[in-house]
Structures are given as structure tokens and as C-alpha cells.
């Protein structure tokens, strides 16, 4: 099967997936409950309010949104279930553009009029504090390098290193069953340096490609066993094709996705962590993940804010 006869399930319009990074390395929406988002079931998804009267004294960066009347967020736009761009509508969609979408709703702007800016990785830090974007949505991990760079709201979702195999196969388990399994991931990514420092498989057994994609492809023809990254990510290939991919469900890392900030402004930190706090106990975020995430088959975890 190709890769890209998958998207039929999830993504509008025949997604291009392109190349795919993990753990927090290397993204204009539809409005919700359009019905042309791709990477979502948009009948599912929630809709999103508009705050109104919202005042962040003190904050720069709100300051900046208010003047501008709209916001420039970072994303990513390569990860299906995520942050993915419809090639043949330019519109971005997945579960960390809603969160993004949902983070703009409470702060007084109109989702439909968020720019998506695609960010490469090593650009992240940088774009944030030049002010090239407002905040940052796409699989962005926590980690207190970052952090004396950047701030973070959340996480607004918890990761972790899983295996993404076929659908039939009931010998793969978790890592500790990995022996003797051909072992895909992305060349240089940390999920593949751990597969091999902790000698999860033979050094033979380890297969690298430049795309997930590519991994995705010889899993399914069997030429590997296993595809493995951050189960977020493993959960969008899942969803596009459930009746023949999994995930295993047995995290081996943890990785904590942020929003990504000013490292300086506090209170724009505070009102969007409040924002999302709201989402989960209202049940929003919950609905956000059924339509993306959820749609692989895993079961939904919430996350806990960690507020500083």
C-alpha cells in the first residue's frame, strides 16, 4: 500500500507527508467546524468562543497581538494528526493546530485569522524571542535548556517513544520485545540513538530513512517490524490507517509538549495556561483529541499544567 492512499481516512485533499522529526525537533486553518480542515474529522472537532474584554497588562507580546488585531503562530506543518498542511488548500490542521486555535479563541482572537508560520527546528528559540511568531504549537518539548531560552505554557500534552506496528502482529509489546525486529526511524533522531545506546535489537535489525514516511511504507510492505518515535506522532500514521496500524501503547520516554513564549512574559504565560486548564476540565481538550489523535485508537491522556 502507498503511503499516501492513507489519507483518505483522516487528511482532506491527499496529504503530502514529508519529512518528520521526533522529540521535539522538526507547522491558515479552517473555521472550526468548516469541514475543509485537514488532518481532522471536523464534524468532531469543538468550536471556540471568542473571548471578549480580554487585558493582559504587562504582557508585550499581547500588546503586540492587540495592535496588530491577529496572531502569527508557529507550527509545524509535516506531521500527520498534529500539524499538517494541506498541499492543494494551504490550510493547516491537526490536534496541536487546534490547541493553537483554542489558545487564540481565549485570548480574544479569532481563530480563522491565525497565520500558521512554519518553523524549522533549529529556528525555534530565535523566531520566539525575535517576535516572528506570537507562540509556538508543534510537538515542542519541555527540557530546562530550552527553558533559559524560551518559556513554556502547559504541556498540553504528554509524549512518549512507542512502536507503531501492523495491526495483526501480537509479538510486539513494548521495547523489551524488540529483539530479533527490524527497526525503523529517522537518521539521527533520538528514538533510533535509544533503539541502539540500550540495545533494543541488533545493530543489523536498525533501518533509517530520512522520513517517517519511508518507515511507514516498509512496515506496512513487512520489510520492517517496527517504526518508532514519539507516540503522538505514531498516533497520526495510526489514524490514517487503522485496520492495518497500531500503536503499541507502551511509552519508554517521556516527552512533554509546550507552548512556546517570550521567555519573559509571564503573564501571557499565566492567562494561556489558564486557557488551557479550562479545556481540560470543560472537556474541550478532550474533543480536540478524539478528532485527531484519537481517531488511531489510543486512548486519550491529560495532561498536568506545570506552572512556574
Known amino acids: 500500500m502507498r503511503i499516501r492512499t492513507l ?36 464534524a ?46 494551504g490550510k493547516f490542521g491537526g490536534f496541536d493546530v487546534e490547541i493553537a486555535k483554542l489558545v487564540s479563541a481565549g485570548l480574544g482572537f479569532d481563530p480563522e485569522k491565525i497565520t500558521f508560520r512554519t518553523v524549522d527546528s533549529g529556528a525555534r528559540e530565535q523566531t520566539i524571542a525575535n517576535g516572528d511568531v506570537n ?42 520485545t524488540l529483539k530479533g525486529k527490524k527497526v525503523c526511524s529517522v537518521t539521527g533522531s533520538t528514538p533510533i540513538q535509544k533503539v541502539r545506546s540500550e540495545n533494543l535489537t541488533e545493530p543489523g535489525n536498525i533501518v533509517e530513512f530520512q522520513k517517517y514516511s519511508q518507515c511507514v511504507e516498509k512496515l506496512l510492505s513487512k520489510d520492517v517490524d517496527a517504526v518508532t ?7 497520526g500514521f495510526a489514524a490514517q490507517d487503522p485496520d492495518n496500524l ?35 476540565d470543560d472537556g474541550t481538550w478532550k474533543k480536540i483529541y478524539d478528532a485527531t489523535l484519537g481517531k488511531s485508537g489510543s486512548d486519550a491522556k491529560l495532561p498536568t499544567l506545570e506552572k512556574y
Open 44 to 89: 468532531a472537532l469543538p468550536t471556540y468562543p471568542v473571548a471578549t474584554g480580554v487585558d493582559l497588562a504587562g504582557s508585550p507580546v499581547f500588546a503586540k497581538m492587540k495592535a496588530a488585531g491577529a496572531l502569527t503562530v508557529g507550527a509545524k506543518d509535516d506531521q500527520p494528526g498534529l500539524g499538517q498542511k494541506d498541499p492543494t488548500t
Open 229 to 235: 518515535t514519539d507516540d503522538a506522532i505514531l498516533k
Open 7 to 42: 489519507a483518505v481516512g483522516l487528511l482532506a485533499g491527499g496529504l503530502a507527508l514529508t519529512t518528520l522529526t521526533a522529540c521535539g525537533k522538526e507547522g491558515t486553518p479552517a473555521t472550526p467546524g468548516s469541514g475543509e480542515q485537514s488532518g481532522t474529522n471536523a
Open 246 to 280: 497500531k500503536v503499541v501503547g507502551k511509552t519508554f520516554s517521556t516527552e512533554k509538549y509546550g507552548i512556546g513564549l517570550n521567555k519573559d512574559d509571564k503573564v501571557l504565560r499565566d492567562k494561556i495556561n489558564e486557557i488551557l486548564q479550562k479545556s481540560l
Open 135 to 176: 507562540y509556538y504549537v508543534g510537538t515542542y518539548s519541555i527540557t530546562d535548556k530550552r527553558k533559559a531560552l524560551v518559556s513554556f505554557a502547559g504541556p498540553y500534552f504528554v509524549a512518549g517513544q512507542d512502536l507503531l506496528v501492523r495491526k495483526d502482529d501480537t509479538s510486539i509489546t513494548g521495547k523489551e
